[in-house]
């Protein structure tokens, strides 16, 4: 998707367009067709311009249209873990992704290599854990410098990115991986609270 094009305008409507699009190639992988952007465009409604806008790439499209199936809106995650506290919540999230990453392992390596090889200058990815994370942090304890900067750091600890070098290069297995994640936030969480404590 086109980061320029996506973050000008009427944002919330870029963003539905976006998710239809999705819907849609889901729609069509589950029937087990090969599609074209024109299908994926004819069956959202939309023009072919439009989809271009969006997706200049079928393979990237239907990748990020599999991965999406299975995975839980940032409203949905955050449902699910409802009054475990903040520390609970964020460490919910980084299980519910890391957990997804791990099962998923194959779809998303296939996935980030397509969009590392791309030429196009597409957003990479859906930052579905970032937004998650925000949600989780719209507490009025949390300047909105904190909020991001906090949803920033701690998404560089869940998902297929990390658990990637943790596996590759650190030589980790998946529950090595996981519990390694989990500490570096813990650690995080530990220092944040503790600073405010002082």
């Known amino acids: 998707m086109n980061k ?49 806008r969006y997706y200049s790439n079928k393979e990237i499209l ?40 791990i099962d998923n392992e194959k779809a998303f390596r296939k996935y980030l290599s397509l969009v590392i090889t791309s030429d196009s200058p597409e957003l990479k990815r859906g930052a579905r854990r970032k937004k998650t994370l925000e949600l989780a942090l719209d507490h009025p304890e949390f300047t909105a410098k904190e ?26 297995n998946n529950e090595g991986s996981k519990a390694l994640l989990k500490w570096g936030i813990q650690l995080i969480l530990k220092g944040y609270f503790g600073s405010k404590k002082q």
């Open 62 to 101: 239907a990748a990020e249209a599999g991965l999406d199936i299975t995975t839980l809106s940032p409203d949905g995650v955050i449902k699910s873990l409802e009054g475990k506290g903040i520390e609970g919540m964020i460490l919910g999230i980084q299980d519910y992704f890391n957990t997804l990453a």
């Open 4 to 52: 320029d094009y996506i973050q000008t305008g009427r944002v919330n409507q870029k963003l539905e367009t976006r998710e239809l699009i999705l819907v849609s190639a889901q729609e069509l992988l589950k029937k087990g067709r090969d599609f074209s952007l024109e299908d994926v465009a004819k069956k959202a409604g939309i023009s072919r311009a439009t989809i271009y």
């Open 147 to 172: 909020k991001k900067d906090l949803a920033n750091l701690l998404t560089l600890l869940m998902g297929i990115e990390p658990l990637i070098v943790s596996k590759d290069v650190v030589g980790l």
